[in-house]
């Protein structure tokens, strides 16, 4: 499975007005040590009570909301194509990194001979000491190799230029392309004018070949540009060479990752991405502009992204493809939002977001406001778009049932924690967290096996996610909490071949092969 999100440690908190001068700052932790890698073409699924920060972590990756730490990696396009400026911030301070490195290791080198020389003389300080200065210059030249795509240190001063110099030959060469793109935009409302006003061809002709010409130079520079990047890609090959047969060499390669960290892009280089990354919002009401018709809603990104030139009959046609693939019919067009039932509405919102053609769109709740039959059709919209489209969807809801039928993994989070992440049918055949046990208890059903079943009550509310708890956040309201679960938090742990699970019991199978709880139902119940 190819990777399109990467999400290491991400964290969001949201400061809390501090009520003095003296007063410590305080914050609400909505999103804590988060971890999940979502794959190209799944529906990754998110559950859990409200206010546990679902809605936020969609948002998060996104970056609607600034991420306050960890790294959100996005593989949809590669470094050369979005030309982020961190890159070459971090090779023009290469040589800092460098001469840190050559420091730590000639610390390392005297340590290690100061305690050869004590031999059997040398204290638990001195060896101490001298692993410290080996692991200091281990994690300097891992940091050096990772930032200058794997060169062993006694080459990164010649790799950093190099890599430097194809960087800038590739950014320069995907800035033109953007503006080559504006000019086959205006190239295409010309030659349409062409047909609509043949009393001004003359003028137009002329307006046309100026602007093709323009192209072509453009064109003519870009090619220049990458042929650079390519020769210098040649030359960095040739000082990777020698070591080719190298495990460690090999190793270091491996560190280099070309996917696009969200986090450290500038806003207008994220504008560039948020074509690829779309959000359905819960209340479709809301997220629609009343002043504007629906053909002007579902435009404005197309207008935005330069997929066509603004009152182009193209486009308008491509609107129509759009809305009839949504449900949505051509009269339509030119109706305001207040017009819709909100099924319609929320089809309009789904439109707009699919305009742009995304790679990846956050559904957040988008079923949650909407009665029961009308759940049914908007899912197997979804469903069908993401079939025929090639889209991933990271689909936050509350209702299991919904999620249980498009979701291919699911994720559960407790108060801005993920405690358990799972393949969908391993969720619902074998859940290991106390939290998502107690969830599952509580779908309703109409099955008369299950009527029988006793539901898992969780007594008590949610802690406030500005002090949470100590140790495990979900001990609070846990009917198999002991003392550890108060101290050490769990961490996230592989019981399963991709089965994840934050429990201090996750190795304790809780429900059999019939879904029949392996422990007493009454005594969790009561036990708080």
Known sequence: MEKLLSITNLKKYFPVAKSSLFAKQMYVRANEDISIDIYKGETFGLVGESGCGKSTLGRVLLQLYEQTAGSTMYYGRTLEEVAP?????????????????????????????????????????????????????????????????????????????LLSDKYKFAFQAASIAARAEDIELEIEVQESLLEDTPQKAQAIQEKLAKLRKKRDELTGEQKKLLASAAETEEKIALLKAPYAKDEE??????????????????????????????????????????????GRIIEEGLVTHKFYKAGSKKMQQYVFEVMNSCGLQNYMYNRYPHQFSGGQRQRICIARSLAVKPK??????????????????????????????????????????????????????????????????????????????????????????????????????????????????????????CDKCKVVPPALTEVKPGHFVACHFAEQQKVDENGNYLFDVKLATNQR
Do not use: W
């Not at 504008?271 to 990354?277: F, G, I, P, T, V």
């Not at 498009?406 to 993920?418: A, E, K, P």
């Open 249 to 294: 060499f090999a190793r270091y390669e491996a560190m280099l990752d070309n996917g696009v960290d969200l986090k450290r892009l500038k806003y207008s280089e994220m504008r560039h991405l948020r074509k690829d990354l779309q959000i359905i919002f819960q209340d479709p009401y809301s997220s629609l502009n009343p002043r504007m018709t629906v």
């Open 85 to 161: 400026r961190y890159v070459l911030d971090t090779l023009s301070n290469a040589e800092k990194y460098i001469e840190k490195y050559h420091k730590a290791t000639a610390h390392a080198e005297e340590m290690t001979k100061k305690c050869d020389a004590l031999g059997d003389n040398a204290t638990f300080f001195d060896l101490q000491d001298k692993n410290l200065a080996l692991c200091d210059a281990k994690t300097a030249l891992d940091y050096c190799a990772k930032i200058l795509g794997g060169f062993m240190v006694k080459e990164t001063r010649q790799g950093a230029a």
């Open 360 to 481: 990846f769109v956050v559904c957040d709740e988008c079923v949650s406001a909407l009665d029961v039959s009308i759940q049914s059709q908007i899912i197997n919209l979804l469903q069908e778009l993401k079939e025929k489209e090639g889209l991933t969807y990271l689909f936050i809801s509350h209702n299991l049932s919904v999620v249980r039928y498009i979701s291919d993994r699911i994720g559960v989070m407790y108060l801005g924690n993920m405690v358990e992440v799972a393949e969908t049918d391993e969720i619902f055949s074998d859940p290991r967290h106390p939290y998502t046990i107690a969830l599952l208890s509580s779908i309703p059903t109409t099955d008369p096996d299950s009527l029988t079943k006793e539901r898992i009550i969780l007594e008590g509310n949610i802690p406030s996610p500005i002090k949470p708890p100590s140790g495990c956040k979900f001990h609070t309201r846990c009917f198999m909490a």
